[in-house]
């Protein structure tokens, strides 16, 4: 790892190739980054060939996990493609520079704000509306501006796995593991002893499908991470480590799932869940007309959100994705095998009377209470026959997951 005195001087003279003169970075104020990344906010000395008085650094150093070290040419590609937007369109940072070989990302200072994190766990409900609000906004303006340009980011995406082959073998197993990740979870949860009905079963399936789906395809982060999610003027995303073009009903329900795999946010409620997806129709009602149905909204993002649950329990119980992979035969899961085998039952779904969990299967099974609970309360809403029977295979596995027993 080198340090930030090396760092900065990479940068320096990333930014004199990129930009000319001499430039002298200073003051570097270290941020809190996504995973191992090292991020820094550096004062710029004032020079007339480069307007920029502060800059933000990244430094995204190998750390041997496949997928964590393939993400480099995605978020590039993902920030030139944001960047390339109209300036009222780009849902975060421009990019100034980066050298992929020196793993290293220069991106323009969105400013201070607070994170969705603190936002969020702040106690006034009407601030909370507010700022679920502005996040439904500043979603749909993304996905409505970035609907149909899936082509330029591929053309983007490609110019950069041929410059660096080396990442292509691996740039896409994030999205390759999503499928086998949510039969996984399903497979794991029957093993651990809960009945998953049919209904479960077809959205499970559903949400494979509209993994691949032309439907509804716009530009996104998909992890949505709320401690890389700011509000200053606007609200502003600035990790697309997993960018590409997805159907975006998988951010609704990353939202309304409490974002699935990050502790420390209460979940929205059923209020504030109508809020958000309020004002993220507004914004997309010309581009996905039917988004105003709210059965069809509903049906769709529950497929999501069921995909997220299953999903989350395959890494939860691997303990990264990256793990559920290397526990798999990868052939077998590109031929879409099902008879694979899912392992043991999960310790992680027993009741909580039933063991003794660490400290850190506690915060998994927290992350996956919070899931479930927000998929019960979700499904609870709907008016598909299929919806109450999903709410309460949703309660059960909440139930054995809760911290109390009693609950």
Same mark, same amino acid.
């Given at each position: 790892m080198p340090s930030s005195s090396e760092i900065i001087a990479k940068a320096e003279r990333l930014l004199r190739h990129r930009f000319g003169g001499v430039q002298r970075l200073s003051e570097p104020e270290r941020l809190s980054g996504? !995973?191992?990344?090292? +991020?820094?906010?550096?004062?710029?000395?004032?020079?007339?060939?480069?307007p920029h008085r502060s800059v933000i650094l990244k430094y995204v150093p190998e750390t041997g996990d496949i997928l964590d070290d393939a993400t480099l040419c995605r978020e590039v590609a993902a920030y030139q493609f944001t960047t390339s937007l109209a300036p009222q369109h780009q849902p975060g940072p421009t990019l100034l520079a980066h050298d992929i070989t020196d793993r290293l990302i220069v991106l323009t200072d969105v400013g201070d704000g607070d994170t969705l994190a603190s936002l969020l766990s702040r106690p006034d409900p009407t601030a909370r509306r507010q700022i679920v609000r502005d996040l439904g906004v500043a979603l749909g303006r993304m996905h409505a501006a970035t609907a149909g340009r899936e082509e330029h980011f591929r053309v983007l995406l490609s110019r950069m796995l041929t410059a660096h082959p080396e990442a292509e073998a691996a740039y896409d197993l994030r999205d390759r593991s999503l499928v086998p990740a949510i039969d996984l979870g399903?497979?794991?949860?029957?093993?651990? !002893?809960?009945? +998953?009905?049919?209904? +479960?079963?077809?959205?499970?399936?559903?949400?494979?499908?509209?993994?691949?789906?032309? =439907?509804? =395809?716009?530009?996104?982060?998909f992890d949505l991470s709320p401690d890389n999610i700011i509000a200053t003027q606007r609200v502003k995303f600035l990790d697309y480590k997993w960018a590409d073009f997805r159907d975006v009903t998988f951010d609704l329900a990353c939202v309304i799932g409490g974002f699935p795999q990050y502790l420390g946010t209460q979940p929205l409620t059923d209020e504030e869940t109508d809020v958000f997806l309020r004002s993220w129709v507004n914004e997309v009602r010309t581009v996905w007309p039917t988004a105003t149905r709210a059965d069809y909204l509903h049906s769709n993002i529950l497929a999501a959100l069921v995909g997220w649950a299953c999903s989350s329990v395959a890494l939860m119980h691997y303990g990264s994705l990256a793990g559920?992979?290397?526990?798999?035969?990868?052939?077998?899961?590109?031929? !879409?095998?099902?008879?694979?085998?899912? !392992?043991?039952?999960?310790?992680?779904?027993?009741?909580?009377?039933?063991?003794?969990?660490?400290?850190?299967?506690?915060?998994?099974?927290?992350?996956?209470?919070?899931?479930?609970?927000a998929l019960a309360r979700f499904a609870a809403l709907g008016t598909e026959p299929g919806d109450g029977c999903v709410a309460e295979f949703a309660r059960i596995v909440s139930a054995r997951l809760a911290q109390d027993p009693e609950a």
């Open positions: 996504s !995973g191992s990344a090292e +991020v820094f906010r550096i004062r710029v000395a004032n020079q007339p060939l480069f399903t497979d794991i949860l029957q093993r651990s !002893g809960v009945a +998953v009905p049919a209904a +479960v079963h077809t959205l499970a399936d559903r949400a494979v499908r509209k993994l691949s789906s032309t =439907r509804a =395809r716009a530009f996104t982060p559920a992979l290397t526990a798999l035969d990868t052939a077998a899961l590109d031929a !879409g095998d099902d008879d694979q085998d899912a !392992g043991e039952p999960s310790e992680l779904l027993l009741p909580a009377a039933d063991k003794e969990f660490s400290a850190e299967q506690r915060m998994m099974r927290l992350d996956l209470y919070e899931t479930f609970s």
